[in-house]
């Protein structure tokens, strides 16, 4: 398993946003109208080179905010880890470590101390002994006192074979639920017809357009909103989607007419079977969001089953 230098984010405030450099910054390096941009405001300013930037300003900035965590995580007395897999444009899976604890002042933080590549395969040795080179390297193994991960298999027996105490994550917990129902005949039927129509639209340029623009003469004071498309890995995606589809059913009705009927829309009973749907759905969103809250601590909100 590859290792992958710590990825360093904790608490926004003035202090923070001047120590990391953005990759906006490096990318503005090539960019020609940045550069005239800064010959008109200063002509005798020389900007950095991009091997400047990435051998050295980079690396002084990426030391000087690691130097800086590791004082913040020396305050912290506990300290609750958090793990969360995700896999990038070019499929590749990666698992994101996370470190929440509160400092002697009393003020909540989350910091990302590692992002290293990860695969389902991985086994549960390789990743508890990753796990631990990241606790080590950030010399806080004596102070996490639970883990709070997804359900797959191989990270849940890792957490415990490090002899961590386990949390598995509610909000994921509960999206399994949501989408085991969501799979139920009837239901899965009405949800593939909703995408269907929708994908339609997002393919379509001239529909889409079409859409926009009926929206804007049925109430032209109100932002036209476009159509919303569900994502297996997104929480409440599907019930996004299919909110989104009951909002706009008249100028999506009168789109498809003038379109001369590409798609199949809903028929009454499937609209009226959808909003009733969405009302079940509506409070596992709610529950998503506050469970999912980023700046708070949330785990008293729930009844965790040992």
């Known amino acids: ?29 090539t960019t ?10 200063e002509s005798q300013y020389q900007p950095p080179s991009r091997n400047t930037i ?24 506990y300290i609750a880890l958090t793990t969360d897999g995700w896999t990038s444009t070019s499929n590749e899976g990666y698992l994101a470590v996370t470190a929440h604890f509160i400092s002697n002042e009393w003020q909540y933080f989350s910091c990302l101390l590692s992002c290293f590549s990860y695969s389902e395969s991985h086994t549960s040795q390789n990743l508890s002994d990753q796990l ?14 639970v883990v709070i991960t997804d359900n797959a298999a191989n990270i849940v027996a890792a957490v415990r074979q490090s002899n961590w105490k386990h949390i598995p994550c509610f909000a994921h917990t509960l999206n399994l639920i ?32 079409k859409l926009l623009s009926i929206q804007s003469t049925i109430k032209p004071d ?29 100028p999506l009705t009168v789109a498809v007419g003038l379109l001369h009927n590409p798609i199949e829309l809903l028929s009454e009973d499937e609209r009226n079977e959808l909003r009733e749907i ?23 909100k729930i009844i965790a089953i040992a």
């Open 222 to 250: 109100s932002v036209p909103l476009k159509l919303k498309n569900d994502v297996a890995t997104r929480w409440n995606s599907t019930y996004y989607m299919m909110e989104r589809v009951i909002n706009l059913q008249e």
């Open 54 to 77: 990435v051998n050295s300003l980079l690396e002084e900035k990426y030391d000087s905010a690691k130097n800086k965590l590791k004082l913040l995580l020396k305050q912290a007395q």
């Open 178 to 209: 949501v989408q085991h129902g969501i799979k139920l005949m009837r239901v899965d039927i009405i949800r593939r017809k909703v995408k269907n129509i929708v994908e339609y639209f997002h393919r379509s340029t001239q529909a889409n357009h």
């Open 132 to 145: 631990k080179l990241v606790v080590a390297e950030w010399e806080i193994s004596d102070k996490v006192q």
């Open 32 to 41: 020609v109208g940045f550069l005239e941009l800064l010959r008109e405001l």
């Open 1 to 29: 398993m590859e290792q992958q230098h710590p990825t360093i984010v904790y608490e926004e405030g003035p202090e923070t946003r001047r120590e990391l450099v953005s990759s906006e910054q490096v990318e503005t390096e």
């Open 278 to 300: 969405c009302k079940i759905l509506e409070p596992f969103e709610q529950i998503t969001v506050e469970i999912s809250a980023g700046k708070s601590v949330t785990i008293s």
